[in-house]
């Protein structure tokens, strides 16, 4: 299996652009996870689905960010507009069964630099 | 809310010191989890613990749950340039619409020659 799969790797956009990240989990897996992580926050948790259902959403910062999940294999994250405090690295995970006892596999991330 | 903290923040030893990082929960924890991200990588799973007071072994690391399943440690024995990188442990955390885990702040090792 190729892993959780993302894109971009890297984006950079002007303040006030829409970014949309991608994912593609591992297939077969039933839970799909999406992070944020800084130096000053750490690793955050933003959302996550189960079978493609949006589950916990109290991670995500505000409504300028906003996830979907249309199928079994592909969610995005979208942030509009972006903001310079929105620069981070983005992962998303997935897992086979329940988040709090099963193993997460984390895709490379997608670092945003919004200027 | 659950608090996942880990200690030290950061730690640089000379290659063949040992390691070792703390993981501390605020509440009691079902199981915990440990990963491994490199620089510029990304967190990769390294064991989950279930027992209290349970101990695990792979190769040169040791991870342990504490007994009232609280804290848990990582040890490192004879550090390699191949250590390096910010360990992480992570413990579920019950909320209203299912259950996720929390992220400890991660400790960061880096080895010198």
């Known amino acids: 299996d190729a892993g959780v799969i993302q894109s971009p790797r890297h984006e950079v956009t002007e303040m006030g652009q829409e970014v949309t990240l991608r994912c593609k989990p591992i297939?077969?897996?039933?839970?799909l996870f999406w992070y944020r992580q800084t130096m000053m926050r750490g690793l955050e948790l933003l959302i996550y689905f189960n079978n493609n259902v949006p589950i916990d959403d109290s991670g995500m910062p505000e409504d300028r960010f906003s996830a979907k999940m249309p199928n079994a294999s592909f969610s995005t994250l979208k942030i509009q507009p972006s903001e310079p405090r929105d620069s981070a690295v983005y992962f998303c995970?997935?897992?086979?069964?329940?988040?709090?006892?099963?193993?997460?596999?984390f895709g490379p991330g997608t670092r945003l630099t919004v200027l | 809310g659950q608090q996942v903290m880990q200690i030290p923040q950061y730690q640089h030893v000379q290659e063949g010191e040992d390691f070792t990082t703390y993981c501390n929960s605020s509440t009691t924890l079902s199981n915990i989890q440990w990963y491994k991200q490199r620089p510029g990588g990304h967190p990769v799973f390294l064991i989950q613990?279930?027992?209290?007071?349970e101990v695990k072994k792979q190769k040169r690391l040791t991870f342990q749950f504490g007994e009232a399943k609280k804290n848990s440690s990582l040890h490192i024995t004879a550090t390699q340039t191949t250590d390096v990188g910010t360990y992480f442990c992570a413990g579920p955390r019950l909320t209203g619409g299912g259950n996720k885990l929390t992220f400890g702040t991660g400790t960061q090792l880096k080895v010198e020659l």
């Open positions: 613990l279930v027992k209290s007071g």
């Open positions: 995970a997935s897992s086979l069964d329940t988040p709090s006892t099963d193993t997460q596999y």
């Open positions: 297939s077969g897996h039933d839970y």
